[in-house]
Structure formats: C-alpha cells, structure tokens
C-alpha cells in the first residue's frame, strides 16, 4: 500500500503561486501514476492532474491547463503540484491520490492523503 500525506496548502491572492508536495510512504510507489484531485465546498470532489509512474506522462484539467504543472521525484518518493495564476474558484481542499487511472471516462483513485486546504482571495 501507499499512504499520501499532503502539504503545502495556505491563503494565497489571486494571481499568485502555491506548491503542493505529496510524501507517499510505501516501497511501490515508483509503480504508481500519481494524481491530485480537489474538492470545493458543495461540490463534487474533481481530477486536477495525474502523471505517470515514470513521469513521462501528464493529464490536466481544462479548467487548470497551462496554470498547473504536476511533477515527481522518485527518490524522494514525492510528486508535487506547482499552482500559478491562481484564482478564487481554484478554492478546495488538494487531494493527492496514489494509483490513478481511469474508470468509465473519469479519473479516481485507489489511496488517498487527507488532503490541504488552498485558498485563494480575490
């Protein structure tokens, strides 16, 4: 198993940067595509980006595209997530997630961090 433990969260305004680290404990977890999700208040929990094991590969968002960028390091078994141009509606609580994929055209996630809140005044 792999266990994520988030980081990184915080106030932040409008048009600045964040980076989200993600420390996932656990010898397997070079094998696992990584990915963050998000969850605003009364709303649904939403993929953000997802990379692959290798790091080769990355999917995003729309709504995120061209402002965030997923990475990992895998020595350090940690993939991080820098934020820029943020803005109010990037507001949630940052998941990040282990073993990634893809079900019936949506992403979801076997493990799951606790998540950290980001927020972002205008």
Known sequence: QVHPVESGGGLVQAGG?????????????????????????GKEREFVAAISWSGGSTSYADSVKGRFTISRDNAKNTVYLQMNSLKPEDTAVYYCAANAYIVAGS??????????QVTVSS
């Open 17 to 41: 940067s964040l980076r989200l680290s993600c420390a996932a404990s656990g010898r397997t977890f070079n094998n696992y595509a990584m990915g963050w999700f998000r969850q605003a208040p």
């Open 107 to 116: 992403w979801t996630s076997d493990y799951w961090g606790q998540g950290t």
